[in-house]
């Protein structure tokens, strides 16, 4: 199948139905956020415009339906690493995706691997291209849970980058929420862990939508293996 390109879209939430409703009932990807032990925060769950309008979106309603056994049925945690993807696989949540499958975690993780973002809708284009949108998009009680989930319940590694941790002080600073993970992160140095008690560790790491060293993927997959160990013990 040839490669197609995705144009450049404005910035925004994603005009497909089906996505939208599924995002309503489930805002993460994966397994629950309270019953993780692995969570991975993000900004948005960002799409092309037009991929509800091609055959691939099927696999990418399967994965936002259950998360998990999309992993364990194709050995992939998202439809962005599936070898029939049909858009540019060099932008994006591709590159995002990519970078993290680096890390090494097979489909064994899938049930205790949650990806959760900021936002609960689905968006199209660049957060960059209207960062006021974004922020104005923000849903107060999401974002309760968010933290929530992030500092409460079981033992859980959560894996926040230097830009998410950013987006979050505005967040505390505009909306007056999170501000108890906003003062966890609050003058931590990416690439080093956060915060760490008996329930959580909190890792500021660097953002896999841009580029990162093996040597970093490969610290940061022997830190998340050996909190998994502990775990099993």
């Known amino acids: 199948m040839s490669l197609i390109l995705s144009p450049v879209s404005a910035y925004g939430i994603h005009p497909s139905s089906e996505l939208r409703e599924l995002f309503l009932s489930k805002p993460y990807q994966g397994a629950t956020p309270k019953n993780a032990k692995l969570i991975v925060?993000?900004?948005?769950?960002?799409?092309?415009?037009?991929?509800s309008d091609h055959p691939f979106f099927e696999l990418i309603l399967q994965y936002h339906a259950d998360g998990v056994a999309f992993w364990k049925k194709h050995l992939i945690h998202h439809p962005f690493l599936h070898s029939?993807?049909?858009?540019?696989?060099n932008i994006g949540g591709v590159t995002y995706h990519r970078n993290f499958s680096k890390l090494g975690l097979d489909s064994s993780f899938a049930d205790k691997t949650s990806?959760?973002?900021?936002?609960?809708?689905?968006?199209?284009?660049?957060?960059?291209q209207n960062k006021n949108?974004?922020?104005?998009?923000?849903?107060?009680d999401h974002?309760?849970?968010?933290?929530?989930?992030?500092?409460?319940?079981?033992?859980?590694?959560?894996?926040?980058?230097?830009?998410?941790?950013?987006?979050?002080?505005?967040?505390?600073?505009?909306?007056?929420?999170?501000?108890?993970?906003?003062r966890l992160?609050?003058?931590?140095?990416?690439?080093?862990?956060?915060?760490?008690?008996?329930?959580?560790?909190?890792?500021?790491?660097?953002?896999?939508?841009y580029t990162?060293?093996?040597?970093?993927?490969?610290?940061?997959?022997?830190?998340?293996?050996?909190?998994?160990?502990?775990q099993a013990s």
């Open 115 to 128: 990806f959760v973002e900021l936002l609960n809708v689905p968006t199209i284009g660049n957060t960059g």
């Open 133 to 140: 949108l974004f922020f104005e998009m923000m849903d107060i």
């Open 41 to 51: 925060v993000g900004n948005d769950a960002n799409y092309s415009s037009e991929i």
């Open 185 to 209: 992160l609050s003058g931590q140095k990416p690439g080093t862990i956060a915060y760490r008690s008996a329930s959580i560790v909190l890792f500021n790491g660097y953002s896999f939508s």
């Open 143 to 182: 974002l309760n849970w968010l933290e929530e989930s992030l500092l409460g319940g079981k033992k859980k590694f959560v894996l926040v980058n230097q830009t998410l941790s950013r987006n979050i002080s505005i967040i505390a600073k505009k909306l007056g929420v999170m501000t108890k993970f906003e």
């Open 212 to 230: 990162v060293t093996n040597k970093y993927l490969a610290s940061l997959s022997s830190l998340i293996r050996s909190f998994e160990f502990e």
């Open 84 to 89: 029939r993807y049909p858009f540019n696989k």
